[in-house]
């Protein structure tokens, strides 16, 4: 097999380019390289003992090759390594795989009770550097097809093969503080905060970067002459000791449905360099898996429209690692019984076309994704159109009632989908569309302390039922009825009982929203939303997230409260400026 077998996209008019590059790395000695590879797992997350600025000791520090044992806080300023006010005094110890002592070195603040591994964080940006510079040497010996170039490459990759082996599996926990621990178990599967290689499970013991390297230098003649050199088969021993290792780590994980599936590519690249058919079976079943079961029915991916995206943006790359590719003369896979020939995604995943467009059956007249669940408010996903029909996500569980032409084009959409991850509590949601603008909104993802609010109940245009949050999990929505244009009338109905499955004694949950015509321009939708069950029933609406509102209520409302009476409820701590009727007669609010 010719190699390289991916396409690097390298330019061989660029070659001095290329080598200027690497001038810093082939004016160190091979030893002086060979130490940027740590021979300890290294630690992801390390905080500044000065200042503790940042986020949870994520990228606190500048680094720079030019001085590699330093690290200096990007917040305060200051170098606290090295610094003797900030010893490495303290000692943890653990056993790897081997069973064989690994020890790393801290400093500690009692004042926080904080552990600080500096030497292990310098050991992360070492090694990052160290594999940039891979690649870059790679693409100078395409370029030039100078064997010191693929030299250095080998010996890095050799070097990994002697290391890796004896790195212990560490766990880097989760918000909002972060640790720097020896795993419970040394085996795979890993948790999802801990690696061997990388340091989330599954993905990052996938070794992106690293078989890309391998591939740009692996018919080099400096392969042979290592192997001289050191008495054994370079080649085989980082595919062994390493490359099969780290496969073997992350296929052990039982599920491969995810929204961060780059790492499958990884392991069809592996397949393909190594030339072992099996790991491209792997990869490519479960990009399948992906789609076919990541996905509803309807092709949308199981979270939000945001996930969507960034789900389905990954797996176009994935199949881009697998177009074209043929298994070797007679190999039939020993999992799935097949061979694969001239590989074409799109022929072999029909489905997949439908899902790449999905999430638009719902967008807004301006080309918006409807922010539901964690969807970031403002995504424009589609074109703004012209003209607007009813619209359904039944597998979802998301339909929109819509009607009109250019600045008149309307939308009542009635969500009513159930939980699956990045979902909000927002069964039986009224999302409202005119004039151009949301007018009855859904806040959407957000990052901020009081994203609890944004996710809960009652921050949705739906009934909360006795103050209390829907569930989530298992709360999925019937569709009644979906008639979309019946002489201009348009009607959706569904149920959200599952929603409230936790309050006893609700027999229904239910909403029907009746979009009907008076002219070409305008339109009125009526809501009818039936609860029985419990006690406290509050119907929510929330107006335009974009721009402020105001409403008029046709009842004598009594005095302003300044905060409304919490009664326990943390959502309610946040209703301000409250004022109040009694409603029996019925209302007019107008906005
Ligand atoms: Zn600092
Ligand atoms: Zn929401």
Known sequence: MKHPVLDHKIDPKKAATYEKAVERVMAMSEQEMLAFMPERHYARFCECPKCYGGVQGYEVFAWRVER?????????????????????????????????????????????????????????????????QCRALGAAYQATGKDEY????????????????????????????????????????????EGKWGWHAPSDDMPAGVIECYD??????????????RGYDVRKKFENDFLRDTFAAVSA??????????????????????????????????????????CFYDGMWHESPSYHYMTTSGLRSCFESVRGYSDPPGYVDPTDGTRLENLDPDKDVAFWAKVRHAPEALDFPNGCSTPVHDTWGGTRASKPRDQTVSTILPGFGHASLGRGAGPNQMQ????????????????LHLTLFAKGREMLSDIGYTWTSIRWWTTSTFSHNTVTVDGKDQAGKSSDGDLLWFFPDSHGVAVVEADGQRGYGHIEKLDTYRRLLVMIPVSDADAYVVDLFRTRGGSVHDWLLHGDADEDMSAACSLPLSQKLARMDAKGVKAYELMRDVQSAQAAEGLNVTF
């Open 150 to 193: 693929a030299r250095r490459v080998a010996l890095v990759l050799d070097r990994i093969a002697q290391v890796y082996p004896h790195y212990a599996v560490m766990s880097v926990g989760g918000m909002p503080v972060r640790h720097f621990k020896f795993a419970a178990s040394q085996n795979p599967p890993y948790r999802w905060d």
């Open 253 to 294: 994980h039982p599920n491969h449905v995810n929204n961060y599936v780059a790492y499958l590519s990884v392991a069809a690249h592996i397949g393909r360099v190594m030339g072992e058919p099996r790991f491209v079976h792997w990869a490519f079943h479960w990009m399948k898996q992906n789609v076919y079961a990541g």
């Open 68 to 132: 590699p044992e330093e690290l200096k806080c990007k917040f305060c300023g200051t170098v606290v390594h090295p610094n003797p006010a900030y010893p490495e005094d303290q000692v943890m110890s653990g056993k790897n795989k081997l069973g064989e002592t690994i020890t790393h070195r801290f400093y500690y603040n009692p004042e926080r009770k904080m552990q600080h591994f500096f030497t292990d964080h310098v050991a992360m940006y070492k090694r990052h550097w160290l594999m940039s």
């Open 412 to 427: 009542a959409q009635l969500h009513f989908s159930g939980g699956y991850g990045h979902h909000h509590l927002d069964n």
């Open 216 to 229: 740009l230098v692996y018919d080099s003649p400096a392969f042979d002459k290592l192997s001289q050199e």
